[in-house]
């Protein structure tokens, strides 16, 4: 490890199986905070785990079922039972981004949507907040998206479930910063992850959109989140939703 100015921090990433998430996982353990590493598939998640150890750093996997509250709370009680009581940082990665057209949208799929994006967030900060401003401190990051504050053909399901985590990250910056927790968002562009290259002409359209003209690697996005999670880089943010999109906030 090269330096560790998260030492002694624990930290919950969902979502961390693979692409974004995984990247986060392995930044913030390569600055010292044990790190959870939570997804449905235990085998992809080992492998993240082990994957942090070789390289010196410490991880337990925690396997998350985020369909509905109680779920939500049994994880969130296993995440605190693997952090030996604590989580100080929580990145709610995990979240579903089905595209197709507003009339073909069934109610399942809107339903389960925003269970993933909305719901299984809002219950995990209920869950762990509090926690973090008993100890005086903490630092919460959602992940959203440029969908969330431009307008996108086929991504208004997606669209509207991340505008709302936009708005729960300053509601909650509100309610939770007095009391030590800073509570931000990176709202991410086109990035190519295991799932994105798989279309990789739709990733590759999206990204020429942006002034950069090219897809953010997940190790990128990882950064803008650890600088997020780290109160020694970021003590004076809090209700930010920082876009990460190679600038397509600008055009």
Sequence with gaps: MTSAPMQGKVALVTGATSGIGAA????????GAHTLVAGRDAGRGE????????????ADFVGADLRD????????????????GRVDI????????????????????????YALNVKAPF?????????MADRGGGAIVNVSTTAAAVGFPG??????SKAAVNLLTKAWAAEYGPRGVRVNAVQVGPTRTETTARTEENLQRLAAQAPAQ?????????????YLA?????????GAVLPVDGGRVAV
């Design 24 to 31: 986060v996982a392995e930044a913030l353990a390569e600055r």
């Design 47 to 58: 492998a993240v785990v082990g994957g942090i150890e070789k390289r010196g750093g410490s």
């Design 69 to 84: 509250a109680e779920s939500v709370r049994r994880f969130a009680r296993d995440a605190l039972g693997r952090g030996g």
């Design 90 to 113: 929580l990145v709610n990665n995990a979240g579903i981004y089905p595209f197709g057209p507003t009339e073909e949208t069934e109610e399942r799929l809107y339903d389960t949507v």
């Design 123 to 131: 219950y995990l900060v209920a869950e762990l907040a509090p926690g």
């Design 155 to 160: 991504m208004a399901l997606y669209g509207s």
């Design 214 to 226: 090219r897809p953010a690697a997940a190790a990128e996005v990882a950064a803008a989140i650890v």
């Design 230 to 238: 780290d109160d020694g880089t970021s003590s004076f943010v809090q």
